[in-house]
């Protein structure tokens, strides 16, 4: 990979998004990881009207460690911050919709968070006249590993081709504080989640299928089998054909 080509190339690209769609700048949920960092640096780099919004969200993460590395990437590469505590409102949607479904289904409960995050960042969005910027990399997108309607929603993504593993050496480019590349991926989802225990593979041997076509027949079946399941994911639904 040639870094300084790629990023010129994303910084260029978001400027013409931007410029095409006459808005005044970007919005981003900060998470405190590290698509969320890169995202935010390359629209830093592209314009200076960029708000980083972190959304603390029931998670003991969300409001300890995530929000502090969050914290230190904004102001590191000055981006303004912003903090909307979502766990009052979460707790509310909890108790407004227990008479739907006895089942208490503990992900259905859970993909509320960055449902509520995406609410948030719209809103704020159409206040400013700014564009929402989404932080989902290739191989999250592969596994289908992002809510529909949540994280899944933007208006624009610069990091959508990029595998984890090109993500890592963009941010180490970018010079990103450590403590951000070096922690576990995680959704933050509840506390004690990892991505790559929840989706049953490690990101080095996902992204060596995605890149390279080899991998392992048990690594293939899991990523094949969870592309084809999540392939609604990838898409606005389908309509009636005309």
């Not at 190339?9 to 700048?25: C, H």
């Not at 405190?32 to 972190?54: E, F, H, Q, W, Y």
């Not at 919709?97 to 159409?126: E, G, K």
């Not at 990523?223 to 392939?231: K, L, Q, S």
């Amino acid at each position: 990979m040639e870094f300084e080509k790629t990023v010129l190339e994303r910084v260029n690209w978001i400027k013409e998004i931007l410029a095409e769609a006459g808005a005044k700048g970007i919005v981003l949920g900060m998470s405190g990881g590290k698509d969320s960092a890169l995202v935010g640096i390359l629209c830093r780099m592209a314009t200076p009207n960029v708000t980083g919004i972190i959304m603390p969200c029931q998670s003991r993460r969300n409001l300890g460690e995530d929000r502090d590395h969050a914290l230190i990437l904004n102001e590191k590469f000055d981006i303004q911050t912003l903090e909307v505590d979502l766990t009052p409102v979460k707790e509310a949607f909890e108790t407004v919709l227990l008479p739907l479904d006895a089942n208490q289904n503990p992900m259905a409960y859970a993909n509320i968070n960055p449902r509520l995050r995406m609410i948030c960042l719209y809103n704020y969005a159409q206040r400013r006249n700014y564009l929402v910027a989404g932080t989902g990399n290739r191989s999250e997108l592969t596994m289908g590993y992002f809510t529909k309607w949540g994280d899944g929603a933007f208006d624009l993504n610069p990091i959508a081709d990029l595998t984890v593993s090109e993500v890592y050496k963009l941010l180490r480019y970018l010079d990103c504080p450590e403590e951000i590349i070096k922690k576990p991926p995680s959704a933050a989802l509840y506390d004690g989640q990892t991505d790559e225990e929840e989706m049953g593979i490690r990101y080095a041997d996902l992204d060596r299928y995605i890149l390279t076509g080899e991998a392992t027949p048990e690594v293939k079946a899991k990523v094949d089998r969870a592309e084809y399941r999540t392939e609604h994911k990838r898409s606005l639904g389908r309509m009636f054909p005309r």
